[in-house]
T-cell receptor, first 114, second 111 residues
Framework: DSGVTQTPKHLITATGQRVTLRCSPR?????VYWYQQSLDQGLQFLIQYYNGEERAKGNILERFSAQQFPDLHSELNLSSLELGDSALYFC?????????????FGPGTRLLVL | TQLLEQSPQFLSIQEGENLTVYCNSS?????LQWYRQEPGEGPVLLVTVVTGGEVKKLKRLTFQFGDARKDSSLHITAAQPGDTGLYLC???????????FGDGTTLTVKP
């Protein structure tokens, strides 16, 4: 158990819909990272938040957004969903802001868009 | 752009065999992490190596960080079916403030 929690574990929705994925980092960690993992691709970095502020941006679509709240939990919002958005979404956390630190991953949310 | 290349991409072996997987880059990293990921689960951290030439052992797994801190290897002795999974390496560059993940090696150990 990494100490990172994610909900829900599974999510099935239709194209055009909007969903919210939730992540709670390990106790004491201030950074949260979001990744997308599709069957034919590796881990794709989406975005990083540190202590409530956006720190780094990766290949995140404009239809996707995220935020980190004062209690340090984070939410990833996916809107206007397309079939190709079906994937595993992972959250990871680390202690500092550097982005070059060891990251601890949550169990993931499996999203299926029908 | 920092790239991490992992090889082989796929590896299927019999229980009891030894294997080595590689993680290579032209970039220097502050540290390097190895993760194992089972289907449908999140990557689980196995080890972090920091010093060039460092060797760390975790039961039957031996991790080595290259002298120049650009590459790493993971050697598994007497593989077991429970070792099956996706092995990911991640290079951390604290100066650049980023981590780079390889695409992974999918290992299957057959009983």
């Amino acid at each position: 158990d990494s100490g990172v929690t994610q909900t829900p574990k599974h999510l099935i929705t239709a194209t055009g819909q909007r969903v919210t994925l939730r992540c709670s980092p390990r106790s004491g960690d201030l950074s949260v990272y979001w990744y997308q993992q599709s069957l034919d691709q590796g881990l794709q970095f989406l975005i990083q938040y540190y202590n409530g502020e956006e720190r780094a941006k990766g290949n995140i679509l404009e239809r996707f957004s995220a935020q980190q709240f004062p209690d340090l939990h984070s939410e990833l919002n996916l809107s206007s969903l397309e079939l190709g958005d079906s994937a595993l979404y992972f959250c990871a956390s680390s202690v500092g802001a550097g982005g070059g630190e060891t990251q601890y991953f949550g169990p993931g949310t499996r999203l299926l868009v029908l | 752009t920092q790239l991490l290349e992992q090889s082989p991409q796929f590896l299927s072996i019999q229980e009891g065999e030894n294997l080595t997987v590689y993680c290579n880059s032209s970039s220097v990293f502050s540290s390097l992490q190895w993760y194992r990921q089972e289907p449908g689960e999140g990557p689980v951290l196995l080890v972090t190596v920091v010093t060039g030439g460092e060797v760390k052992k975790l039961k039957r797994l031996t991790f080595q960080f290259g002298d120049a801190r650009k590459d790493s290897s993971l050697h598994i002795t007497a593989a077991q079916p429970g070792d099956t999974g996706l092995y990911l390496c991640a290079g951390a560059d604290t100066n650049a403030g980023k981590s780079t993940f390889g695409d992974g090696t999918t290992l299957t150990v057959k009983p």
